[in-house]
């Protein structure tokens, strides 16, 4: 399911999908980045979502994997517009709407150990 998010602010993907409560992740086989978010501590059933910019926002393409993929095409593993798909979307409409209206900070953008630590001393 795509759907598009309007930000008001301009922000880094993967710091508002940690917002979101997702984690970034790499697929080795497809060579994509995307991003998850675990239902329970087991790899599923989980939110595997990719978030991109286009001219009109952010696109939000999500779908929930309930189980691993199986090598048959017959069996499948994941749905699209679901009413738990729909229900998560909703989540993540409501996290827009807070970072929108001011209620929660924007996401910034994370910083390494070391800069964390030390303040990023150094730096001019």
């Known amino acids: 399911m795509k759907v598009l998010l309007k930000l008001e602010k301009d922000l880094e993907a993967k710091a508002l999908m940690r917002k979101f409560g997702y984690i970034q992740i790499y697929d080795r086989k497809s060579g994509k980045t995307s991003f998850v978010r675990r ?3 087991e790899h599923y059933p989980r939110f595997n979502a990719y978030l991109f910019r286009d001219e009109r926002g952010y ?12 090598h048959k095409k017959e069996a499948r593993s994941s749905e699209q517009d679901t009413d738990i798909v729909r229900e998560e979307v909703k989540r993540v409409g409501t996290i827009v709407w807070q970072i929108n209206s001011g209620e929660i900070e924007p996401p910034t953008k994370k910083k390494g150990f070391w800069s964390g630590l030390f303040g990023g001393m150094g730096k001019n």
């Open 59 to 70: 696109v939000f393409d999500i779908h929930y994997d309930w189980r691993r993929p199986m």
């Open 39 to 41: 239902l329970r501590k």
